[in-house]
């Protein structure tokens, strides 16, 4: 795993900033099995933990799923959930930061789309928050997750995700949030390994696709 | 000489193009519903109740009217058949039912609206959403569950659908994708 310190300022850059950036479509397989998995199931589930997307919603509840939407990079943003320790060391307050923002019910969903946020999420944060997305997903449920690759850098342009067909993305770059680390397979199976199965789908980006069965 | 004739006709354009007012070019024939859209969006229409910025009302606000809601709102809205815009100003911390809802400001509640609820850029809506149709801009955030009711679904598929795609890529170029390297 390569960790990138740094100052983190562009983690503090104003959100909307996304105007007039380039789009590029790019062919997902992983969205593809993704979608297939889903396909024809009723009173579907899905959460989505990326931003707000106005084509993800519409493309999703037009399907007949009921979508959820929860940007935890943004909740990162908008509140500092650090506390001082008795030691005077400052540490992060995940429970008080999964009580206001991820309050789900146990099998809630059949899928969720967790786009690359693993990334950019503190290190503290990762480990439980895949864990709640263990006890949230339905048995047999299944999560669509990025990774970068080992060739992506610290500055690697954080991008929002919009399905425009059942295998392609449209990849719209913006707000700035810094990549916090690069996972290699071997951590991604580790972070995984209460789930059944994983697909790894690497592509001639920097991003691996891994789709994830409960 | 160069002077008409009283009885001389002007010349007129053919009967098939629109004519248009020489003051400012508008016209005459414009469609009836670009009228009818400009109306819709217009909060400022005499049949459309208005809360200012400064107001703000704590507990049930229920009406049979249009309403434009530029104030503070803690408690419930009951609009059922009619519009409910929330201005840049609104601040909403209540169940919302109407027949349509348009936010520009920011509310907190769930939200029910019989036709269409559209979200603008500047908009937070933080509840769960029951519509027949969701408008989305860019920009907008959206925290909560979103529900179209089946029997809507079929009504909102004949309909067009209005998805504010925000942009058409000038050069579109597709990342090959790799293969399937493993399973676990």
């Given at each position: 795993m390569r960790w990138f310190r740094g100052s983190g300022d562009r983690q503090n850059a104003p959100l909307n900033n996304s105007k007039a950036q380039p789009r590029t479509l790019r062919h997902s397989a992983g969205l593809a099995e993704f979608m297939r998995r889903i396909a024809g199931e009723e009173k579907l589930c899905v959460l989505d933990l990326?931003?707000?997307?106005p084509v993800n919603i519409p493309f999703l509840t037009q399907r007949g799923a009921r979508v959820y939407n929860e940007d935890l990079l943004r909740a990162f943003r908008e509140k500092n959930y650090l506390v001082k320790q008795e030691d005077g060391a400052e540490c992060l307050d995940v429970t008080t930061f999964f009580a206001e923002n991820f309050d789900y019910s146990e099998?809630?969903?059949?899928?969720?789309?967790?786009?690359?946020?693993a990334d950019y999420l503190p290190e503290p944060v990762v480990k439980p928050l895949v864990e709640k997305l263990h006890k949230m997903l339905k048995p047999g449920g299944t999560i669509l997750g990025f990774f970068h690759t080992?060739?992506?850098?610290?500055?690697?342009p954080y991008f929002r995700y919009h399905i425009v067909q059942n295998d392609t993305l449209e990849l719209a770059q913006g707000p700035n949030f810094r990549l916090q680390r690069v996972f290699n397979n071997r951590h991604v199976e580790n972070l995984f390994k209460n789930f059944s199965s994983l697909k790894f789908f690497l592509g001639r980006d920097q991003i691996r696709e891994v789709l994830v069965v409960r | 000489m160069w002077k008409s004739r009283p009885d001389e006709k002007p010349i007129t354009s053919s009967p098939a193009q629109p004519s248009f007012t020489s003051a400012a070019m508008t016209p005459t024939l414009a469609p009836k519903a670009a009228k009818e859209t400009a109306k819709s969006n217009?909060?400022?229409?005499?049949d459309v109740a208005h809360i200012g910025k400064s107001v703000l009302i704590k507990g049930e606000l229920s009406g049979s009217e249009d309403l434009y809601l530029d104030g503070e709102v803690e408690g419930s809205i009951d609009l059922r058949e009619h519009s409910l815009v929330i201005g840049p100003n609104g601040r909403i911390r209540a169940s919302v039912s109407a027949r349509e809802l348009v936010v520009h400001g920011r509310v907190e509640g769930n939200v029910r609206a019989t036709e269409r609820v559209e979200l603008k850029k500047s908009s937070t809506l933080m509840g769960d959403v029951s519509t027949q149709r969701i408008v989305i801009e860019d920009g907008a955030f959206f925290k909560g569950a979103i529900d179209i009711p089946k029997d809507a679904k079929v009504e909102t598929r004949k309909a067009s659908v209005a998805?504010?795609?925000?942009s058409t890529p000038a050069s579109v170029s597709l990342a090959p994708q790799g293969s399937f390297l493993e399973q676990k």
């Open positions: 990326g931003q707000t997307s099998n809630q969903f059949d899928a969720i789309l967790c786009w690359d946020i080992q060739d992506a850098g610290p500055d690697a | 217009d909060p400022f229409r005499a998805i504010p795609h925000t």
